[in-house]
Every structure is written in structure tokens, then in C-alpha cells.
């Protein structure tokens, strides 16, 4: 069974950083693609970044530059590095691995960004 588990979130204030960390149980990070969405309060869920097995990165219009998705092969893990941060970044961040027909997710982390 596929179990995602985010951690890292909390409070920053505005130019600040964080990393998110997804660990991945059931599954392996390297052979499937894997991103970070992100629901802000009030809102639906949009797509962050995503990373495929082969390593290509895509990223959202809003985070590319300051957002940076990797993956640890050996601890079985996704980060998302996100510098310059900004109060628009506060939400609740998910990590998704897509399994053959299958998405799984993880319960999400909240971070949020004030002025």
C-alpha cells in the first residue's frame, strides 16, 4: 500500500524559506512521477511542481525561480525547497505520486507565509 507522508511546513514570515519533505512508503519515488500541490484557504488544489522518473522538472508559473522539486533516491523521498516566499504561498501542501493508473496522495502540510 502506497502511504505518502509530508512534513517541514509551519510559519515563515515573507522572503523566507522552507523544505517540504515527502516520504514515500509502498512505492518508489525514482520510478514514478512525483509532485507538490498546493489548496490556499478558500481555493482549489493546484498544481506546485512535479518531477518525472527521468528527473525532468515542471513548475507552476507563480513559483518557478524560487520553488525547487528533488528527489533522494536512497531515503525514498520528495523535497520542495521553496525560497522567497510569499504570504500568496500559504497553504496546505500535498505530495502526489502517480502509480500506473493510480494517484495517491499524502494528508498534507500547512505552511503559511505572513506579511
Known amino acids: 500500500q502506497v502511504q505518502l507522508v509530508e512534513s517541514g511546513g509551519g510559519l515563515v514570515q515573507a522572503g523566507g524559506s522552507l523544505t517540504l519533505t515527502c516520504a514515500a512508503s509502498g512505492t518508489i519515488v525514482s520510478s514514478h512521477p512525483m509532485g507538490w500541490y498546493r489548496q490556499p484557504p478558500g481555493k482549489q488544489r493546484e498544481f506546485v511542481a512535479a518531477i518525472t522518473s527521468g528527473g525532468v522538472t515542471n513548475y507552476a508559473d507563480s513559483v518557478r525561480g524560487r520553488f525547487t522539486i528533488s528527489r533522494d533516491n536512497v531515503k525514498n523521498m520528495v523535497h520542495l525547497q521553496m525560497n522567497s516566499l510569499k504570504p500568496d504561498d500559504t497553504a496546505v501542501y500535498y505530495c502526489?505520486?502517480?502509480?500506473?493508473?493510480?494517484?495517491?496522495w499524502g494528508k498534507g502540510t500547512l505552511v503559511t507565509v505572513s506579511s
Open positions: 502526489r505520486a502517480a502509480a500506473g493508473l493510480m494517484y495517491y
